[in-house]
């Protein structure tokens, strides 16, 4: 994380140069990295360069006062998915107060750090924190998933803060850390003695009306557990490549936000087309040899035309299949482009 450390008086500016000191002592073993702005050597003082500071770093430690640091980063606030992580540090270096973002910008995370690096004592008053629980987004975070909805996942939140009874139903194995908690194999039936409700799926899962009715407020984390087989015709263009997958997400009930993986055969290995998607699902591209997709095609529907074109009978199928998880959808063809879709998932 790129911090930027705001210091206003004498005895600021030397915890200041002690911050960035130890961090290029650490660096390469801590993440932050850490420049010093000192408001007698700024032009026109440090509030004059707030608003390049709050959209060019991840963190700002203020060696101020709290008030100083709320008066200043106030007209730059916009949401806590967006704003960097802020500290307030006194400038006698006894309290390291977290006072924007704890959570998501990991505001709490870098008071403790910078407590422990002074001596100070950390200043946390998230209240998921102070309770022991943990809450949605670091859950989310800890584990890549994707937070569909803020204001819902702050709803359930509030709720697990007030001891309230929360269903929890994944996909994955990862279970959030909450003492009243009630796991749920499936969606069929809920307790309506459940609050709120926890999702975590890629799926698109509906819940019937009885149980819309008994749930209060429910979120949905999208975790990363599909992948994707690609085949297509030589110089086929991105954007039909990216068309083709949601049109087929769209059909499988699923999220692209929780596409893991591209996959596809060595000699597509420089078609740009399938670059150019992974890219834009922000996922990884793995290449698969021919020797690694003849091990498993006879799982497969075969193709003739195929295999004396490039020496396989399938593609897409294969590399899903090698890529994890359970086929969800089989061989399908858009004009020159077959895809195939895996999902993992422990309930099978």
């Known amino acids: 994380m790129k911090i930027a450390c705001l210091s206003f008086t004498d005895k600021g500016e030397i915890l200041g140069n002690m911050i960035v000191d130890y961090s290029i002592q650490h660096k390469g073993r801590d993440e932050y990295t850490v420049d010093h702005y000192i408001n007698d050597e700024v032009p026109d003082g440090i509030k004059n360069i707030l608003d390049f500071v709050f959209r060019e770093y991840d963190g700002l430690v203020f060696i101020s006062a709290t008030g100083i640091a709320v008066r200043m980063i106030s007209p730059y606030i916009k949401n806590k998915a967006l704003d960097p992580a802020v500290v307030v540090v006194d400038d006698l270096g006894k309290f390291s107060i977290s006072l924007l973002s704890g959570h998501i910008g990991g505001g709490n995370k870098l008071a403790n750090w910078i407590g422990k690096l002074l001596g100070a004592i950390p200043v946390i008053t998230t209240a998921s924190d102070n309770r022991g629980i943990e809450s949605i987004d670091i859950f989310a975070m800890k584990n890549d998933y994707h937070m569909e909805d803020m204001e819902s996942i702050k709803k359930i939140t509030s709720m697990m803060v007030n001891g309230k009874r929360i269903g929890f139903y994944s996909e994955m194995d990862k279970i959030i850390g909450y003492n009243n908690l009630v796991i749920l194999e499936d969606l069929d039936y809920i307790d309506p003695s459940i609050d709120g409700l926890i999702i975590v799926s890629s799926q698109k899962l509906k819940l019937s009306s009885a149980n819309k009715q008994s749930i209060i407020e429910k979120c949905r984390l999208i975790p990363k557990n599909i992948n994707i087989g690609i085949g297509c015709r030589k110089g086929v263009d991105s954007l039909k490549i990216i068309k083709t997958i949601e049109e087929e997400f769209d ?27 992974a890219e834009y699902f922000n996922c990884p591209l793995k290449i698969f040899t021919l020797d690694e997709i003849k091990e498993v095609e006879d799982r497969f529907e075969k193709s003739q035309f195929v295999k004396d074109t490039i020496g396989i009978y399938s593609v897409s199928e294969p590399c899903a299949y090698l890529l994890g998880g359970n086929i969800l959808s089989y061989k399908t063809k858009h004009n020159g482009i077959t895809i195939s879709i895996a999902k993992e998932d422990i309930h099978g």
């Open 251 to 277: 059909k499988a009930n699923l999220s692209t936000k929780g596409i893991k993986s591209i996959g596809t055969v060595e000699i597509k290995k420089d078609e740009q087309g399938i670059i150019e998607a």
